[in-house]
């Protein structure tokens, strides 16, 4: 498939450029530890509903969660 090709070339020259690397570099900081502290910390390992709104709705809860918890301690 020649379209999956390009696409395939496209985000390896995104990934590879220096802002991807850039943004790579980051993300170990801005986004692993706050999915390891929902997961280990405050025990949520899989969603109690179903459905996609019911789905947004409980991850905005956690998120709430994980930040008045963050306020809290600063």
């Known amino acids: 498939n020649h ?10 020259n995104l990934l ?5 690397i850039a943004h790579r570099k ?3 900081w801005d986004v692993e530890a706050v999915f390891g502290n929902i997961k280990q910390n405050m ?10 709104d019911k789905v947004t ?3 905005g809860l956690i998120a709430m969660a994980h930040n008045l918890r963050k306020f809290s301690i600063a």
Do not use: D, P, W
């Open 3 to 12: 379209n999956l090709i390009r696409l395939k070339e496209k985000a390896r």
């Open 16 to 20: 590879l450029s220096e802002e991807g």
């Open 26 to 28: 980051r993300r170990c």
């Open 43 to 52: 025990g949520f390992k899989r969603f109690m509903l179903r459905g996609m």
């Open 57 to 59: 709705t409980e991850i």
